[in-house]
């Protein structure tokens, strides 16, 4: 079982990866609001290797709750604090409640950006639908070399 400072320095440790990765999802937004699809897939592949150290933070920080016979969730981490806070509780108040804030910041940035990668997805469903609907029109020349037409015909000669 780690030792008090070791978990301390973890929370550090947690709340510091948050912050990066807030950043990264700023770098997100303003990717996909630009349309910078190499950014994004790049962006991706930090993500991901970022969101797998958060969530091993965090199991870490359960599993020591747990160990020292606390509910491995937010009110398990207050109560901790009131039990093992000591002389510096306040400081450690402080850096669960920013981690706290950075986790919640960053669910609300990431559904966000949710939100504007739908509605990209949807703008570019609509301009390939047009397009389809466009190519259905256009003339197109069979095996002879003769025009082919699709979709609404009208004869010239009897407008």
């Known amino acids: 079982m780690p030792s008090r400072d070791t978990f301390v320095r973890s929370l550090v440790t947690e709340r510091d990866a948050f912050a990066r990765f807030l950043g990264l999802l700023e770098a997100e937004s303003a990717s996909l609001i630009k349309g910078d699809v190499e950014e994004l897939v790049r962006l991706a592949r930090i993500k991901s290797e970022q969101v797998d150290a958060l969530n091993g933070l965090a199991r870490d920080r359960s599993r020591f709750l747990s160990g020292e016979g606390f509910k491995p969730d937010r009110i398990g981490m ?13 400081r450690l108040s402080r850096l669960w409640q920013s981690l706290v804030h950075d986790a919640s910041e960053a669910r609300r940035m990431n559904e966000k950006n949710g939100v504007l990668i739908d509605s990209r997805l949807r703008f570019n469903q609509a301009a390939l639908n047009a397009l389809r609907g466009a190519s259905h029109t256009a003339t197109l020349y069979g095996p002879d070399g003769v025009p082919e037409f699709r979709g609404r015909q009208r004869d010239l000669g009897h407008a």
């Open 78 to 90: 207050s109560e901790w604090l009131v039990v093992n806070g000591g002389p510096d509780g306040e």
